[in-house]
């Protein structure tokens, strides 16, 4: 098993910044892909970012590519999600999820911080 709690969520401006952050205990950390998703009201969740085991390799979505930064620390056992630029269209849960380097299932899931972006 491995246990999510993110943080860092909150309201800020259009064009302001926050960063998130992921607390993962359990199993090795190190052993596990990680990403973030998102979900705003009436709609599905989706996916916002994803990194590799080592952080040698990252993905975003096309939505938040160049605006968002994440990034992850396994000795500290966090992944953080900076994100720059905010819109208002940004505002949903933000959910941290984890997935074994081998499957990149996400099978493990935080329980999500709001994060909204007033106009």
């Known amino acids: 098993q491995v246990q999510l709690v993110e943080s860092g969520g909150g309201l800020v401006q259009a064009g302001g910044s926050l960063r998130l952050s992921c607390a993962a205990s359990?199993?090795?950390?190190?052993?596990?892909?990680m990403g973030w998703f998102r979900q705003a009201p009436g709609k599905e969740r989706e996916f916002v970012a994803a990194i590799s085991w080592s952080g040698g390799s990252t993905y975003y979505a096309d939505s938040v590519k160049g605006r968002f930064t994440i990034s992850r620390d396994n000795a500290k056992n966090l992944v953080y999600l900076q994100m720059s630029s905010l819109k208002p269209e940004d505002t949903a849960v933000y959910y941290c999820?984890?997935?074994?380097?081998?499957?990149?299932?996400?099978?493990?899931w935080g329980q999500g911080t709001q994060v909204t972006v007033s106009s």
């Open positions: 999820a984890a997935a074994p380097s081998t499957t990149w299932k996400y099978n493990y």
């Open positions: 359990g199993r090795t950390f190190s052993n596990y892909a």
